[in-house]
């Protein structure tokens, strides 16, 4: 079985300032790692996703995030923000060779203030 | 290239009547999924259909959810009867391979 705990349920921001929103999961087999990013009333649109390879990932929206295989995390990061990006994140993975059969965590709302 | 399509938008229904819900696949995606996402939780897996047989269904309450895909490309999801704990936003995914999937803008059930 796996699980996705995201750590912060909520993160308010300033403006152009960095942020990170952590993932940490487990799984007793090999993962594929999501984004997603879901705007009020909308549903889940990709940001970006580690398959196999470079562990550091680029996404849409200036966004990348960081496989540590080590550590069973997939932190999401961004070097500037913009009000646009209030919305909630969702972390999510699935077993390879288990097709997108994905695992969500609870979301974090971030919350970009002017 | 069309994105993945849900109807209703929205829905209220009263506890223990029954509702449907539609879900058209980004074309040539073979693997369709039903997410159910309760207020303030992330999407949870109902049903993973590969073109019309069932993958998986291990979390569908099927004592009174269905699901059906029968001709492998649109599938409805159906609840008979709703209690109010379903209330909840129904989404539907698709997919190709194992690069992600696609989620249409939901369904909104409100059981009331």
């Known amino acids: 079985a796996q699980s996705v705990t995201q750590l912060d349920s909520q993160v308010p921001v300033f403006e152009e300032a960095p942020v990170e929103l952590r993932c940490n999961y487990s799984?007793?087999?090999?993962?594929?790692l999501f984004w997603y990013v879901q705007y009020p009333n909308q549903g889940l649109q990709l940001l970006l996703k580690y398959l196999s390879g470079s562990t550091l990932v680029k996404g849409i929206n200036g966004f990348e995030a960081e496989f540590n295989k080590s550590q069973t995390s997939f932190h999401l990061r961004k070097p500037s923000v913009h009000i646009s990006d209030t919305a909630e994140y969702f972390c999510a993975v699935s077993d390879t060779g288990a097709g997108n059969m994905l695992t969500f965590g609870g979301g974090t709302r971030l919350m970009v203030k002017p | 290239e069309a994105g993945v399509a849900q109807s209703p938008r929205y829905k209220i229904i009263e506890k223990r009547q029954s509702v449907a819900f539609w879900c058209n696949p980004i074309?040539?995606?073979?693997?369709l999924y039903w997410y159910q996402q309760i207020l303030g939780q992330g999407p949870k897996l109902l049903i993973q259909f590969q073109n019309n047989g069932v993958v998986d269904d291990s979390q569908l309450p099927k004592d009174r959810f269905s699901a059906e895909r029968l001709k492998g490309v649109d599938s409805t999801l159906k609840i008979q009867p709703a209690k109010l704990e379903d209330s909840a936003v129904y989404l539907c995914?698709?997919?190709?391979?194992?690069?992600?999937?696609?989620f249409g803008q939901g369904t909104r059930l409100t059981v009331v």
């Open positions: 799984s007793s087999v090999s993962v594929y």
């Open positions: 995914a698709s997919s190709r391979d194992e690069s992600g999937a696609f």
């Open positions: 074309s040539g995606h073979a693997t």
